[in-house]
């Protein structure tokens, strides 16, 4: 599927020199099947083996800290799902350059994904146990909040994507230094944010009806999305245990990161054209 979406092309997304940083490429590339080293030395997406045979009760080895597996595994079934919903955008897209743009998004999502599950092995998990908690809780929130044509998509990719990683980058305040620098780079925007601007932008000039119907739809994603964000924090206990941790103070109290969450949503908003 990657093939097909670019062309035939590899997209790199991360360089080979942050790779070593993060411990994703040792010294023997035959060891890591997630992972591929291109001649001109960054890391590209191969393709996904399929972890979810495993046995379900792998979820780490010795050591393992949950929370942070919880994490990872949360961020890497996102990475996962974002792929798909991408790649459908694109296939959705009448212009090629838009088809093409969304293309390479979506290998950049893949590759998240590959970065993600690597780490979690290394941490002597099973990638697919790891992310089945979340596949539920997930899955049920993208059917709640399907979109009806291709803008609601694409306001769906940077509004409902943006409010998860905003609170994803606040869990990471209390990581370790490798970890928080893991989860930093696979939320780093990979140009997604200036597309959809972009486009949604242009619509709304065509068309000023349609700023109404998007303002509401993304209304409603930052509702959905804020209720995903709670519940996920209330029933993953390790996840409320990173939260409560020795560093937690750099994350104020609960509802100080929500007032956040929320900031960071009227900003999008603004910049879409759908401020109040």
Known sequence: MLYNAVG???????????????????SRAARVPLLRV??????????VSDDSAHDSSQNGGPGADEGLL????????????????????AAMALALADK???????????????????????????PGAVMQP??????????????????EGLVKAYVGDGIANDFHRMISQVLEPDAAMLVQAVLSDSGQAEFVIARVREAIEADPRVAGR??????????????????????????????????????????????????????????LGLAD
Not at 38 to 47: I, K, M, Q, S, T
Not at 106 to 112: N, Y
Not at 238 to 257: H, V
Request: proline content about 5%; charged content about 20%.
């Open 8 to 26: 035939g092309n590899h997209i790199p997304h991360v360089d080979r020199e942050q790779c070593i940083k993060l411990g994703l490429v040792p």
């Open 38 to 47: 291109c001649p001109g030395g960054c890391c590209y997406a191969a393709a």
């Open 70 to 89: 919880d994490l990872l595994g949360l961020l890497a079934y996102g990475s996962l799902t974002a792929f798909f919903r991408i790649s459908d955008d």
């Open 100 to 126: 093409t743009a969304l293309a390479e998004l979506a290998v950049a999502q893949f590759g998240h994904f590959q970065l993600l599950s690597q780490r979690i092995k290394e941490l002597g998990a099973e």
């Open 134 to 151: 979340f596949v539920g809780p997930i899955d049920a929130f993208h059917a709640r909040t399907a979109p009806s044509d291709w803008l």
């Open 214 to 271: 998007l303002a509401l739809w993304a209304r409603r994603l930052m509702g959905e999305a804020l209720g995903q964000a709670q519940r996920v924090a209330a029933e993953r206990e390790p996840l409320a245990r990173l939260l409560a941790g020795p560093k937690a103070s750099q994350l104020g109290d609960i509802g100080r990161m929500f007032a956040t969450l929320t900031d960071s949503h009227a900003a999008r908003m603004a910049s």
